[in-house]
């Protein structure tokens, strides 16, 4: 089994920035890519990122449009959105995914390890 321990989460106002993090530990050899997404109140849950470990490769929903960054905590198995120029609209609980690289990256059935969620909210 893996654990996924998520961090980072708050209360911001419109334009501020935050980082959210996610640390794997367990059978962390079977992660080949660790991803985060959201899921707004009302709405259903949504890709934001991926890290892909096979080829050190980054992908980003559209909606991000360069203002996510995901990277790679040195050192272990973890994994940091940041998230600049945040708007009310990115109010979401983000969760931390992990599993094989294998499937599409941005549906959620592709990911067997999920965390608990780190709950994000900005203000107009």
């Known amino acids: 089994q893996v654990q996924l321990a998520e961090s980072g989460g708050g209360s911001v106002q419109a334009g501020d920035s935050l980082t959210v993090s996610c640390v794997a530990s367990g059978r962390i050899f079977s992660i080949g890519r660790m991803a985060w997404f959201r899921q707004a109140p009302g709405k259903g849950r949504e890709f934001v990122a991926v890290y892909v470990w096979s080829n050190m490769s980054t992908y980003y929903a559209d909606f991000v449009k360069e203002r996510f960054t995901l990277s790679r905590d040195s050192g272990k198995v973890a994994v940091s959105l940041r998230m600049n120029n945040l708007v009310p609209e990115d109010t979401a609980v983000y969760y931390c995914?992990?599993?094989?690289?294998?499937?599409?990256?941005?549906?959620?059935?592709?990911?067997?390890?999920w965390g608990r969620g780190t709950r994000v909210t900005v203000s107009s």
């Open positions: 995914a992990a599993g094989p690289n294998k499937g599409q990256h941005s549906r959620e059935m592709s990911y067997v390890y």
